[in-house]
């Protein structure tokens, strides 16, 4: 675009732009001024983005030349879908027992049995633990501690 055409067109917006308060201003009043500059903002912003195009983004990172290769974890999340869900209930066990019941409690049970580890092994392991017990029992779930020691339990194993 020449630099003749580009000052047309932000002229020509300048205009349209006035236009639009003038017209927000006798319909709505102050509130139409605020509206109709709201609007032109948000016009203003998606005109900007669509004439700058998309263009390649930067990485943060530098390369360093490394293009072509192209890095693989050893081990990938959708490798484990179990895990995920694990690592999902964790938080909400800790805040909720009725959470630490339902889910995360049930799901690490069925873990053990699936290891062959008894239960008595795991819950002597994990050191005082909540048991699944009454759906409604108030309070929190286990703190991370004993979380974490029945977890460390379960990947002994």
């Given at each position: 675009?020449?630099?003749?055409s580009?000052?047309?067109?932000?002229?020509?917006?300048?205009?349209?732009?006035?236009?639009?308060?003038?017209?927000?201003?006798?319909?709505?009043?102050?509130?139409?001024?605020?509206d109709?500059?709201?609007?032109?903002?948000?016009?203003?912003?998606?005109?900007?983005?669509?004439?700058?195009g998309?263009?390649?983004?930067?990485?943060?990172?530098?390369?360093?030349?490394?293009?072509?290769?192209?890095?693989?974890?050893?081990v990938?999340?959708?490798?484990?879908p179990?895990?995920?869900v694990?690592?999902?209930?964790?938080?909400?066990a800790r805040?909720?027992?009725?959470?630490?019941d339902?889910?995360?409690?049930?799901?690490?049970?069925?873990l053990?049995?699936?290891?062959?580890?008894?239960?008595?092994?795991?819950?002597?392991?994990a050191g005082?633990?909540?048991?699944?017990?009454?759906?409604?029992a108030?309070?929190?779930g286990?703190?991370?501690?004993?979380?974490?020691?029945?977890?460390?339990?379960?990947?002994?194993?």
């Open positions: 675009m020449s630099r003749g580009v000052l047309g067109i932000a002229a020509a917006g300048v205009v349209v732009a006035a236009a639009l308060l003038v017209i927000g201003g006798a319909i709505a009043g102050p509130t139409g001024i605020a109709a500059g709201c609007a032109e903002a948000l016009a203003g912003l998606v005109a900007i983005r669509g004439w700058l998309r263009g390649e983004s930067r990485g943060l990172v530098r390369d360093k030349g490394r293009r072509d290769r192209k890095r693989r974890p050893a990938r999340a959708a490798d484990f179990g895990y995920g694990i690592a999902a209930q964790i938080p909400w805040v909720s027992r009725r959470h630490y339902h889910g995360l409690a049930r799901r690490l049970a069925r053990a049995a699936g290891k062959g580890i008894a239960a008595a092994d795991l819950d002597a392991a005082p633990l909540p048991l699944p017990g009454d759906a409604d108030p309070g929190s286990p703190d991370l501690a004993a979380i974490d020691r029945l977890l460390r339990r379960l990947e002994e194993q």
